[in-house]
């Protein structure tokens, strides 16, 4: 589960190699936060690299920090062999980036946004004409290409900020949160259109907060929590890490998940995480033959469960062992990331 999995990459695969990152924000004599601390990162060529982690996790900020965009406090940082902090202009060409909220005109049309970005980028009318017709053809809004952003729906206005970053047509893409507020058809467009340019040879890193995405796409994952990364790994790789399968039980007396919870925890020896809410548990198992002495345990006890059912551990599960809470960004979370 951690890096020791994978020897270092030969440098010239590396389309991003950052080693010992740190971001922090506030004044001397004030509070200082490290919102990225001591991250180290390789992403291989033609690899989607997803970075997983709840908001205020510090993922937009170690991108921003990559894409020079934010000044990097200490460590080091190349693309493709460039320094981030020497030749940030290179960097530059060598990227494109789609953040969180989209950077197009909302007052333009589809096609205007797209032809002014290819004339700010150099390219001659004509050109910038050509090359936005093709990308509105490509990401599915030619029909919608005379009308105004403000018009658009948050699915469209993802899929046309992606194609305004694929322009210059950079070899590494970053996509922060692509999918954030999306209906699920439209995020399952996305991801077949990530799954596109990675088939046409870009590189791609992804930060996620969502633990599906990540799954679906992701060749190898870095976990991020409180700025610092607490594992990497290929997603079945993280999951092993938590054992070969789950036994998910649930309660037919909610009141007794804790006592069940104490049951499994001498029958196996480990605790299983709880779902009080849904007079539940989770149980890691070594293997699946664990299950039936937990099964038998409880029975034993006179506790009656009314579903038993053994599964892969899941991104969540994964997380929940790595930093002792879930996924999720719960109401006090703080978005010391987001800014950039």
Do not use: C
């Amino acid at each position: 589960m951690n890096d020791n999995l994978h020897p270092p990459a030969p440098r010239g695969d590396l389309a991003v190699d950052a080693t010992g990152l740190v971001k922090t924000f506030g004044r001397p004599g004030s509070n200082i936060v490290r919102a990225v601390d001591g991250v180290d990162l390789q992403v291989v060529r033609g690899e989607v690299f997803g970075v997983l982690g709840p908001n205020g996790a510090g993922k937009t900020t170690m991108l921003s920090m990559l894409a020079t965009l934010l000044p990097i406090d200490g460590g080091h940082a190349s693309i493709f062999g460039v320094d981030v902090v020497d030749q940030p202009h290179r960097v530059r060409q060598l990227l494109g980036v789609t953040g969180q909220y989209a950077s197009v005109d909302e007052n333009l049309t589809a096609t205007e946004n797209l032809v002014l970005f290819a004339r700010l980028l150099g390219h001659r009318w004509p050109a910038a004409r050509t090359i936005a017709a093709d990308l509105l053809e490509r990401f599915g809004l030619t029909e919608a290409a005379t009308r105004q952003i403000k018009n658009f729906s948050g699915g469209m206005r993802r899929r046309l900020d992606l194609a305004a970053s694929l322009i210059s047509r950079p070899p590494l893409i970053f996509l922060d949160e692509p999918t954030t507020g999306l209906d699920p058809r439209t995020r399952g467009q996305m991801w077949d259109t990530i799954r596109e340019l990675v088939a046409q040879g870009s590189t791609i890193l992804l930060t996620t907060q969502y633990l599906d995405e990540a799954d679906q796409l992701a060749d190898r994952i870095a976990v991020i929590d409180a700025g610092r990364k607490v594992a990497e790994g290929t997603p079945e790789e993280l999951k092993a890490g938590v054992g070969s399968s789950t036994l998910h039980l649930r309660l037919t007396d909610r009141t007794q998940t804790a006592a069940a919870a104490a049951v499994v925890e001498r029958a196996l020896g480990e605790a299983p995480v709880l779902t009080p809410e849904a007079g539940g548990l989770n149980v890691p198992l070594a293997n699946a033959d664990g299950a039936g002495e937990v099964l038998i345990a409880l029975r034993q006890a006179e506790l009656s469960i009314t579903t038993a059912t053994v599964r892969q551990p899941t991104l969540d599960e994964v997380f929940l062992a790595l930093t002792g809470h879930h996924s999720e960004t719960s109401e006090n979370d703080t978005e010391t990331e987001e800014v950039a």
